[in-house]
Each structure stands twice: as structure tokens, then as C-alpha cells.
């Protein structure tokens, strides 16, 4: 019988957390004791995918099924513990591509019945928020977070590890969506936003493009208007048979993609009176934004929580920082947990705790 919280102590200093993410085209595993990381394992189908021009999902699902198991137990060798030493399994649930959870769940569900230890259900998004404690150990709420990732862009104001404000998020587009479509146009492989950053090195941004809502908005973000109008540059230099440069075209984008990300997380920053500004999410890896960052950051004598750009993409060290979270408040999964392709921005299973 699955009986994992008799004798549970989740005040715990250290608590070792296995962490499992599968949501997209990574299968990947890891260890942290407390808020120090033991291990980090990924296994990547990028190249598969690359292929084809973007991640195909049951390539996707192949590819974890295949390696789950193994990328697990390299993680636990790696971190120098035994199986029995783990406290706790976190896992992604949501959001992603639904077949890929599916993996990450079931091996979880399985790892932790087994092991007859407790199961925590991760909303992905938020591992991406957590990712910066495991960069900045001592680093504690309130501050202002810039979330910018393939699924989601959104400025939050972090009140405490659990409870978060969203200030603003995009109506539309994603920031690495948007860039993934772009590097697509100029004929860039997957993924995009590497391959757009790499391209961008030898251009300038000399190609007027539309600021999202001209100064408004608030704090919100729209990238279907910028992303159109690279677009219809680019069909109309080839319609016209003109010449244009890629580079050009990427280093365009790419200033008007971020600048706008930076801004607004500055006058949040200003709004809220907070001393500390985080980043996740993948477009975080970019080395534009992140020199942008810290140039603004400086220049206010702001804190800046920047992860390396390894615990910006998608991991698993992540999963487990959100997981050590959710073990602290007591919110736990059971056997009936079950995969979901999209779930709200800040929520968990459970924020009532309670074990």
C-alpha cells in the first residue's frame, strides 16, 4: 500500500529531492540536497527533432520512453546517494506536450510507489521561476521575476516561494515561439532561438520594426505584430527579387523581441519598489537579454538572480528547486495523478498544504 507520509518530516533543513522533466524534447534528471545541486542528466531528441524542422511529439515521447530510466538512475549515481537516501520525487505535470508528460508522470508514479516516498506534481513554469534559488542559495522573496520561455512571457512580482502576482503576460505569441517562427522564415534550423542569437552576431539592428503596443500595455506583451512584420519583410525582398541580409533581419528582431522585456521588467521593478530581479525561461540563455539585464540592473543598483544558461532551457534541477518548494508547504501527489498539456501560469495541485 502507497503510505509515504507516515513519519514525514517536511521541516526537514536539507530534504534530498529527485526532480523528472519531460515535458518537451528533454528527458532529463536530478538530484539537490536542499538548495545545492548533487547531479544534473539530460538527454536531448534535439538533433532528431532539428530534422524535421521543430519538435514532432510522438518523436518526442519515443525518445523519453526510451531513456527515462536511464538518465534517472545516472542521476542518483551521480549524486552519490542511494535510492532509499531520496526524501522525495518531484515531476512535471503540466504544462507541455501531453504524450511526453505522460512518460515523466508514469516513471514517477511508479519510481516513487516502489519507493514508497512522496510524489510532487511540478507545474513547469514554476520550475523555471525556482531555477533561481539553486543559482543564489540565500535568495528570498519579494522581487520581480521576467519569465520568457517557448510557452509562456510574463512579468511576476514573487511575494513569497508559493505566492506569486502576475503583473502582465502576452496575449498572444510566446518570445521563444516567436523567435522559433522567425529563425523558421530565414531558414534557420530548430532550434530557433540559438540559431536566430548566432545569426544576429554579424548583423545590425537597422531594420525598423514595430514596438509591441507603442510605450503601452502595461506590462503585458504581444509578439504576433513583430513576428508578421519580419515576415513581410522578408516576402517582399524576395517578391521584389532585393536583396537582404539574415543577419540584419535576426539582429532586428532580436533587439526588438528583448529590448521590450527588459524595459518592461525595469518599470515593474520601479512599480513595485523591489531590490532583486530574477530571469527564467530559455529565452533567459540569450546572451543579448542577459547583457541587457545586467546593464539595466547596474545602472539601478538592482540584485540580479541570473541562472546559468543550462537552468534557463529546460531541466530537471529546476523541477526538483519547485518540488523542494511544494515539500516544504506539504502538498503532495497520489497514484491518481495524471498528465495535463496546459495549466495556469502559477498553479500547483495543491496550495493548501497539509500532509
Not at 538518465?71 to 515531476?91: F, H, L, S
Not at 523541477?319 to 516544504?328: H, K, M, P, S, Y
Request: net charge neutral; aromatic share 8%.
Amino acid at each position: 500500500m502507497y503510505q509515504p507520509f507516515k513519519n514525514l518530516d517536511i521541516t526537514k533543513k536539507d530534504p534530498i529531492i529527485l526532480g523528472i522533466e519531460s515535458s518537451c524534447d528533454e528527458t532529463a534528471a536530478a538530484v539537490i540536497r536542499g538548495r545545492k545541486i548533487l547531479s544534473d542528466e539530460i538527454a536531448s531528441s534535439a538533433k532528431i527533432q532539428a530534422l524535421y524542422g521543430g519538435v514532432v511529439p510522438e518523436i518526442a515521447s519515443r525518445a523519453h520512453t526510451d531513456e527515462v530510466a536511464a538518465v534517472v538512475d545516472r542521476a542518483i549515481k551521480n549524486a552519490g546517494i542511494t535510492y532509499e537516501e531520496i526524501d522525495a520525487v518531484a515531476v512535471t505535470y503540466g504544462a507541455g506536450l501531453l504524450g511526453a508528460l505522460l512518460v515523466g508522470v508514469s516513471f514517477a508514479k511508479a519510481f516513487a510507489y516502489a519507493l514508497n516516498k512522496p510524489l510532487i506534481a511540478v507545474n513547469h513554469i514554476r520550475g523555471h521561476l525556482a531555477a533561481a534559488y539553486l543559482d543564489s542559495p540565500t535568495l528570498q522573496p519579494p522581487f520581480v521575476t521576467l519569465l520568457c520561455s517557448g510557452g509562456h512571457t510574463a512579468i511576476l512580482y514573487a511575494k513569497s516561494e508559493s505566492e506569486f502576482e502576475i503583473l502582465g503576460s502576452t496575449l498572444d505569441d510566446a518570445a521563444g515561439e516567436a523567435f522559433d517562427k522567425v529563425a523558421r522564415v530565414l531558414g534557420l534550423q530548430y532550434p530557433g532561438g540559438p540559431n536566430i542569437e548566432n545569426c544576429a552576431k554579424d548583423g545590425t539592428p537597422c531594420i525598423p520594426l514595430p514596438k509591441m503596443f507603442k510605450g503601452g500595455g502595461g506590462y503585458n506583451f504581444s509578439y504576433s505584430g513583430l513576428k508578421t512584420a519580419v515576415i513581410n519583410y522578408c516576402h517582399t525582398k524576395e517578391q521584389k527579387g532585393e536583396p537582404y541580409s539574415k543577419a540584419d533581419v535576426a539582429s532586428s528582431f532580436q533587439c526588438a523581441a528583448i529590448d521590450v522585456l527588459v524595459q518592461k521588467t525595469m518599470d515593474a521593478v520601479a512599480e513595485k519598489g523591489a531590490t532583486t530581479v530574477t530571469a527564467g525561461g530559455g529565452v533567459a540563455a540569450n546572451t543579448y537579454l542577459r547583457t541587457r539585464l545586467k546593464e539595466e540592473c547596474e545602472k539601478r543598483g538592482l540584485h540580479l538572480v541570473l541562472p546559468e544558461k543550462r537552468y534557463c532551457t529546460d531541466n530537471a534541477s529546476m523541477i526538483a528547486a519547485e518540488g523542494l518548494v511544494q515539500f516544504r508547504l506539504g502538498n503532495f501527489a497520489d497514484m491518481s495523478l495524471n498528465a495535463k498539456a496546459s495549466i495556469p501560469l502559477t498553479k500547483t495541485l495543491s496550495e493548501k498544504g497539509g500532509v
